[in-house]
């Protein structure tokens, strides 16, 4: 158990360094970064694999799937498990072969993404609007060749929101996790509108809104069992 | 274990230090690296602010005989400047990352200094006589009406106080997409190479227009990445053979000979981790953060986040010599973690004579450790020894248990004041150790 409350703790404070990450001088620090994904992950694996994993997101996430946008129901499905074991996971992606990878891992245009899309909308007009200058596009710009972008996230009716955000955090981990590029690719939200190819995990953008106020997810109890602080970091950004 | 010192019990005394007083550190004046020439009368330094101030030292008193020269400031310039990337959006820092000096060829003197993206030649010249007597000029500038000229004579040169400037000679930009960590010369005096995250550049010093890449360890898919190159150097006598690090904990040994792509390594030096202390962080401190070939050129140093490993190019399996830093901070990194000091990237280097070893820790610490008696010291950087021929005292750390009078708990060490930058003498004993924004120089006591 105590090594879980660790990882989480490492999981929140690795997110917050890459968040702040974009507004560094000098541009993105590519080993920093990947030094800091490199914990991420491990500390995913054992947040996941240790017994005890995320409690039950409440039933009705089950049924989110079938309320996602058409382009990626049986991905979505994939993804959203109640409690998600490794094992199942790894099984039931939507992809196959690639585990742990989000089920937009591969070029598939209009797939949901990552857990918190239905909220970016949302939080977009909000905050990034305001963010949509330079800095917020430092990290992508580091890169040689533009990462392809994740694919503007589908609104959704705002009853369904709170319903994903408890089933949306083990997902969150295991997308965000799953490679070094979902770091690489957090796209600003401001520059998520243009699809150009599906390919990038929206989780790029979700680890950054999850960060968005790491005081938060470090301060509330750190107790796992209730997901609290993820989803109000979620929610909060 | 901690004696007097490294070989043959150096005392070591403090010598000068450069830099404010402040405790309010500007930003641009933190240090950010430090470099003797060949022969050791000269010591750059470079700064955050994209500045590199050189220090000469004076020529040996011979009344003074129980110190040697002190080091003075010879040449200041502002070496970079921040740059704007428009296509990226992307602000260059001008923070000096590394200082290399060329062997002196004539008069002047050239080194190389580097930011992330573009690197430069300087030449630093000395004037100390200035022509006089031009018949067309009067001595302000100022033309004289020919008319007015009578009679001729033959400008001759008449000593001027010693003026000493740099130029920049060659400027080697727009080869790096990624920040570059590393310059170093080759042996052949006329090539060097640059490395950045991913790759690595072969220059001629006189060819600012073109580059050769020797190592791309790009992936195709940058998801895939899951290493960078972290530091590189030539070999100081062999000029095809060239060592670079990684944040695996790795370093590979190429040949020029081999291909035009060094992809290929020809040695690969790796040691097997230790299951017992694997950790969340394991991989962050196996990240090499400097490589240093021994003078000899038989031996490389390696200095990661907690200790300074010893290889004998013949083996590559395991180091021939381990020595830990600060080992109190294993228990400690995920704290280090959190407040960033586990991406510190500590330097090493070699005395002149590849005997000892010397680095730097926290608290303004450094530690040297000699390779033949075994033993190592624990000094200090501060401004409280700071009485010209004061032993330094050694410093202990304790770290756990009863603390004894004059150590220092783990917990009291202050991780703000880090020695990232050291480096020795050629031929002396003479160290320049640089805490954040001071320069520390520090002699044995010569007897």
């Known amino acids: ?237 | 274990m901690a004696g007097a010192g490294g070989g043959n019990d150096i005392q070591w005394c403090f010598s000068q230090v450069k830099g404010a007083v402040d405790d309010d550190v500007a930003e641009a004046d933190i240090i950010s690296t430090v470099e003797f020439n060949h022969s050791g009368e000269l010591l750059a330094t470079g700064d955050k602010g994209g500045r590199v101030v050189i220090f000469q030292q004076e020529q040996e008193n011979k009344t003074q005989s129980h110190s040697r020269g002190e080091y003075n400031v010879y040449s200041t310039f502002q070496s970079h400047e921040p740059e704007f990337d428009y296509l990226k959006s992307l602000e260059i820092e001008e923070k000096i990352n590394k200082i290399r000096w060329l062997p002196q060829k004539n008069a002047a003197q050239f080194l190389l200094s580097t930011n992330d993206k573009t690197i430069k030649l300087w030449k630093i010249s000395e004037r100390d006589k200035r022509p006089e007597g031009y018949n067309l000029k009067e001595e302000d500038g100022r033309y004289r009406d020919p008319t007015t000229v009578t009679t001729l004579r033959v400008p001759v040169f008449r000593p001027m106080d010693l003026m000493v400037e740099a130029s920049p000679r060659r400027i080697f930009a727009n080869a790096h997409t990624y920040h570059i960590n590393s310059i170093s010369i080759n042996s052949d005096y006329e090539t060097y190479l640059s490395a950045d995250d991913l790759r690595i550049n072969l220059w001629h010093l006189e060819i600012t227009d073109r580059s050769f890449n020797i190592v791309d360890i790009k992936p195709a898919n940058m998801e895939e990445l899951t290493e960078v190159i972290t530091a590189a150097e030539f070999h100081p006598n062999s000029c095809s053979t060239f060592v670079y690090s990684s944040s695996k904990g790795t370093i590979r040994l190429c040949d020029m000979r081999a291909s035009a792509l060094c992809d290929r390594h020809s040695k690969l030096f790796e040691e097997p981790e230790d299951p017992s202390n694997r950790s969340f962080f394991s991989e962050i401190i196996s990240s090499i953060s400097d490589v240093k070939f021994s003078h000899s050129g038989r031996y490389m140093m390696t200095r990661d986040y907690l200790s300074v490993k010893i290889w004998d190019l013949n083996m590559e399996n395991r180091p021939v010599e381990t020595y830990q830093v600060h080992e109190y901070l294993r228990s400690k990194l995920c704290s280090l973690y959190e407040n960033d000091c586990i991406f510190d990237k500590f330097e090493c280097c070699w005395n002149g004579s590849d005997s000892i070893v010397m680095t730097g820790s926290y608290n303004n610490f450094f530690r040297m450790f000699d390779r033949n008696s075994k033993r190592d010291i624990t000094l200090e950087a501060s401004r409280e020894n700071n009485k010209p021929r004061t032993v330094l005292k050694p410093r202990k750390v304790c770290a756990s248990g009863k603390r004894k009078k004059d150590e220092i708990s783990v917990d009291s060490l202050d991780f703000n004041k880090k020695i990232l930058h050291t480096a020795w003498h050629p031929k002396e004993n003479i160290i320049a150790v640089a805490t954040t924004n001071n320069l520390y120089i520090f002699q044995d006591k010569m007897n």
């Open chain 1, 1 to 237: 158990m105590e090594f879980k409350l660790e990882a989480h703790r490492i999981v929140s404070i690795s997110l917050g360094k890459i968040y702040s990450a974009r507004g560094q001088r000098g541009g993105l620090k590519l080993h920093k970064n990947l030094l800091v994904s490199l914990v991420l992950r491990s500390a995913r694996q054992v947040y996941l694999s240790e017994p005890g994993c995320p409690p039950e997101p409440p039933p009705a996430a089950a049924g989110h799937p079938e309320e996602e946008p058409p382009p990626c129901p049986a991905a979505w499905a994939a993804e959203e498990p109640p409690p998600p074991p490794p094992q199942d996971e790894a099984g039931r992606d939507c992809q196959g072969p690639r585990p742990r990878r989000c089920c937009c891992g591969e070029n598939r245009g209009g797939c949901a993404g990552a857990p918190p899309p239905p909220h970016c909308p949302r939080k977009r007009s909000a905050g990034e609007r305001g963010q949509a200058g330079s800095p917020v596009k430092k990290p992508r710009r580091e890169e040689e060749e533009p990462p392809p972008l994740p694919p503007p996230p589908p609104p959704s009716p705002p009853g369904e929101q709170e319903d994903m955000e408890t089933g949306n955090v083990a997902s969150l981990i295991s997308i965000f996790g799953s490679s070094f590029s979902g770091l690489l690719s957090k796209e600003p939200k401001g520059r998520r509108r243009p699809p150009l190819d599906g390919g990038e995990a929206a989780a790029g953008t979700a680890p950054a809104e999850a960060a968005a106020e790491p005081g938060q997810i470090c301060c509330d109890e750190p107790v796992l069992r209730t997901l609290n602080p993820w989803s109000t970091a979620i929610v909060a950004f």
